[in-house]
């Protein structure tokens, strides 16, 4: 036995991560359930490091030195429990098993619990950045225990992503059994936010104020050098000034406008749905998706014409500019929304399941290698440092001092959008949810009214703990309580 670590899965993700674990000087057993895949990796890229190609899973187990680590990049679901069992079959209890797929945080915490029970570890470790981040240096988010951190961590802190600020590996040991997964999974759902409100300030631009592509995307160059500097703006810019080789127009114009999705964004609103935590911004995020690709329903309003005005923001050439400012304002106070929410999903996520997840550490894996990187997020995890984040982002004074100046320009944003008819989905929910957080109180006292009318579920008092219930049926309509 030679290889130090083992990639199960040779396409694009594990092929890369293999060869990223070869480049920082590991011996890297590798093996793809058909060996063409195998075969592929030997050939192209065989040179670059210390790979042992092989056949069989037992001959890939038996190259492992002991404690066996292997990371499974396998199609998530069926796919990872069937290369789980197989394994299994093949390693000794103390061998660590790995899943870098995307999997579903419950299928992390079962599958962790079933191998542990067989004596293996098992650690469930989110990997963000895509192909490129994965070669070059991904984000990574592992859960498991403490134990199998210490033979994984120095190995995966070799080929994280190194935070371009202070040069610390984009890695952290995140929680035991599935809190990597979850995190990793929160993370795609503020990477829906993230891209959604980037979209809502370029439909702004683009049919409120008729800009092209192309002065768009110079906006976006320039918004890369504020506080919205990211990885997300930067492409933004990229993919605004590019031109289709075919027909000569921005090349954004001639691709379909419908959103895809995998399912990671729909786990985070899911799982929110289920922790009764309010995360909006990510919900609308996945829910523009859902309505672009809503073809049937949008070739129906298209020949219905529903009526409403036509997008087109009026408004004087010397404004324009101010304008743009404060579109500019009210995607960073969304941005700000929507990470405060998903935060506040991973803090909630950590009491159900019962994970200590240190989220100023989470803040700082994800400034290299992942897709939402950002400068943004130093300032976040700063927040989460001093403890002034402890109960949301939106409290800690960085972020209290942007919603301040934000909020002008956000609220014009909104309203304008509303008057033309541009949908903002991200903008507007996120200061609905500002808005809720400033209000003392809410119509939920009305709403408790109606649910005492019509199905006896009481209410509490502002002035006397305990539940009350009104006979709203009986004359005089009395009040009762009830404990
Ligand atoms: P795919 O998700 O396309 O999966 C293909 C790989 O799965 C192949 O190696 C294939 O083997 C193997 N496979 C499928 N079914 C089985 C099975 N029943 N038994 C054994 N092997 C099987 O590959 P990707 O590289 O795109 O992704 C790998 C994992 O990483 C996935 O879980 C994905 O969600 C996750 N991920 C992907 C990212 C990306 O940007 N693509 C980013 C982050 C995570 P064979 O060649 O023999 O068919």
Known sequence: ATANIGVIGLAAMGSNLARNLAHHGNTVAVYNRHYSRTEDLMRDHGMEGQFVPAHTIEEFVASLKKPRTAIILVKAGAPTDAVIDELEAAMEPGDIIVDGGNSYFKDTIRREKEVRAKGF????????????????GPSLMPGGTDESWKTLGPILKSIAAKAEDDGAPCVTHIGENGAGHFVKMVHNGIEYADMQVISEA??????GLGMTPDEIGDQFEEWNKTELNSYLIEITADILHEKDKKTGKPLVDVIVDQAGMKGTGTWTVQTALSLGTSVTAIAEGVFAR????????RQEAAKQGLAGPDGRIDIPEDAKKAFIEDIRQALYASKIVAYAQGFNEISDGAKEYDWNIDLAAVARIWRGGCIIRAQFLNKVSDAFESGEAEVSMLFASYFEKAMEKAQGSWRRVVAKAAEVGVPAPVFSSSLSYYDALRSRRLPAALIQGQRDFFGAHTYGRVDEPGAFHTLWAQEGREEIKES
């Open 202 to 207: 370029y439909d702004l631009m683009r049919r």
């Open 290 to 297: 859902a309505i672009s690709s809503q073809t049937g329903l």
């Open 121 to 136: 570890h098992f650690v469930g470790c989110g990997v963000s950045g895509g192909e490129e981040g994965a070669l070059n």
